[in-house]
């Protein structure tokens, strides 16, 4: 690894965003059954920056909390956290920042949009299909309750993502460099 400056950045960009999700994941408002967070908006982040590389810090975040560390909503840790109702947002983590990353590698900021828009879709994507299945309710009842009370919400996380990559875009190391 010694000299391999992608690689190190990698790293370096994946511990940022493990730890980033996690502390996002303490800012959490109790809603039944899923609740209120800020981990979306640090998964639609670590998309923007991370671009194709965004799968490697949410599967390892998974990981760590499957293994026991507290690093889902309030501490929370286990795979009974994976099992229960919130267990499909949570792997939707991981397709929704590997979308948004493809999406960010394209210059126009309307595929951009696009992107945090899809990602957001998979994670509810994700987590209706769990809700049903885990929870048992039919589809409906799971859009009530794991859906359209989180879509303002999650509007305002994707448009303040998009704002804060804008921002600091020009600043971080791109990982396309050499």
């Not at 982040?45 to 760590?64: D, Q």
């Not at 949009?113 to 299909?129: E, K, M, R």
Request: proline fraction near 7%.
């Amino acid at each position: 690894m010694a000299g391999n400056y992608h690689r190190s950045i990698i790293i370096t960009h994946t511990t940022l965003f493990i730890a980033m999700t996690t502390v996002f994941s303490w800012t959490s408002i109790p809603f039944i059954p899923v609740p209120i967070t800020l981990q979306t908006m640090a998964v639609l982040l670590t998309g923007t920056i991370m671009k194709r590389y965004a799968g490697i810090p949410m599967a390892l975040y998974l990981l760590l909390g499957a293994i026991g560390l507290p690093v889902f909503h309030n501490g929370t840790a286990g795979l009974g956290v994976l099992l229960g109702p919130t267990g499909g947002y949570l792997v939707g983590f991981i397709p929704a920042a590997i979308l948004v990353g493809l999406c960010y590698e394209q210059a126009l900021e309307k595929i951009q949009i696009a992107g945090l828009a899809l990602g957001t879709f998979i994670i509810y994507l994700c987590g209706l299909s769990w809700l049903v299945i885990s929870v048992p309710m039919n589809l409906t009842a799971a859009i009530t309750a794991g859906m359209l009370p989180f879509l303002p919400g999650d509007t305002i996380k994707a448009a303040a993502a998009f704002l804060i990559t804008r921002r600091i875009l020009p600043y971080t190391t791109r990982l396309s460099d050499p």
